[in-house]
C-alpha cells in the first residue's frame, strides 16, 4: 500500500482512512478497539508513522524483527546457488533497511555473504552499483559451472577411453 501511496502522493489522512478501510475481520475490531481508547483529539492528531508503528508492534512485534535482522546479518552463500543466495539477500534485506541503504554499504553486504570461489574474484573490483556487481557473479558463477561440468565430462571421456572404471 505504500508504494501505491507514494506513486499518487498521498498525505497521512488519507493513507490512514484508506489503510483502515482495508481492515478485516480481528484487524478491524483490535483498531476499533485501540481507537476507543483514544480521544477525538487524539485521534486527529495521529500521524502516518504513529499509525504504521501501532500496526507494525501489533502484526510484527520488535522481537521477531530483530529476528529477521540477525538472519540476514549470518546470511552466508555456502551451498546456494548464487541466484538463491540473492533471492534470500533481498528478501532479507527489508528487515535491516539501514545496512543497504546505499549502493556501496548494499554490494559491501551482498559481497561479505559470498562463496569464496566468488568473493575473491569480486572483491578485487569496485562497482558502482549492486546491479553491476551481481552481473559480474552472475558471469563467474556460470564460468566456474560451465568449468566445472566441462572439467567432470572430460574426466570421465579420458576414463572410458582409457578403459578405467570408476565404481
Known sequence: MERIFRHIACTDAPKMLCT?????????????????TRTEEQQCNLIWEQFKD???????PQALRDFKESKFLQL????????????????LSRYAPHLVDTEVKKIRRFENGLGLEIDMIIMSH???????????AHAISYQR???????????????????????
Not at 552466508?76 to 548464487?82: K, N, P
Open 20 to 36: 483502515k478501510f482495508m481492515f478485516v475481520g480481528g484487524t478491524s475490531h483490535w483498531w476499533e478497539s485501540v481507537s476507543g
Open 145 to 167: 559451472t560451465t568449468f566445472g561440468q566441462y572439467a567432470h565430462q572430460s574426466r570421465e571421456s579420458l576414463e572410458k577411453e582409457s578403459g578405467v572404471i570408476r565404481t
Open 126 to 136: 569496485r562497482f558502482t552499483s549492486y546491479r553491476e556487481m551481481l552481473e559480474r
Open 76 to 91: 552466508r552463500q555456502g551451498d546456494m546457488s548464487l541466484t538463491d543466495y540473492k533471492r534470500q539477500f533481498e528478501q
Open 54 to 60: 501501532e500496526i507494525m508492534a501489533k502484526y510484527f
